[in-house]
């Protein structure tokens, strides 16, 4: 009689929450079988929201500017706001901003964003503003944008402005 010999292999390295299309062929001492054998499409799992896309600055003034940047993939999992992180000299802080852009008081950690009444989220890439204000006229400041969705998650890295780029009067 005959054998079979089964194989499994793992895909890593997707993007979470997207449809991927798996085919196998296989090949032996004959040769290679003439057409790959199309297999279901695989969903990878909801993971992770991505980064703030397309930071930009605006309304800089001697103690706020605006800040603004476009809305992430959401990987399967509602983006529920943003973390900002922002320091300068003698001072750092992190704030809560809510998925349309608005202060969400008190909030410094994604688990504290996702636990927030909110705004709609809107649609993937689009615009999202806020203002940072009582900041220091003169100061560089570093500033950090973490993307939170509603389970609590941050993104797994956080869009990034240095000192130099973000400046007040």
Known sequence: ?????????????GTPNTADTVSVQSRTSQGTSAAPRRLPDVRTLPGPPQKPQCLSLADIADTSFRLGWLRPRDH???IAGFLVTYAGPGAAATVGVGPGG???P???SCSAV???PASSA????????T????????TSYAISITTCNVNGDPSSDGAVLDAGEAHTY
């Open 131 to 138: 203002e940072l204000s009582g900041l220091q006229p003169g």
């Open 102 to 104: 608005e202060s969400v």
């Open 114 to 116: 996702a636990g927030a």
């Open 1 to 13: 009689g005959g054998s079979k010999r089964l194989c499994e292999f793992t895909v890593t390295g």
């Open 106 to 108: 008190g909030a410094s």
């Open 122 to 129: 809107g649609p993937e890439g689009g615009e999202v503003v």
């Open 76 to 78: 399967g999992i509602a």
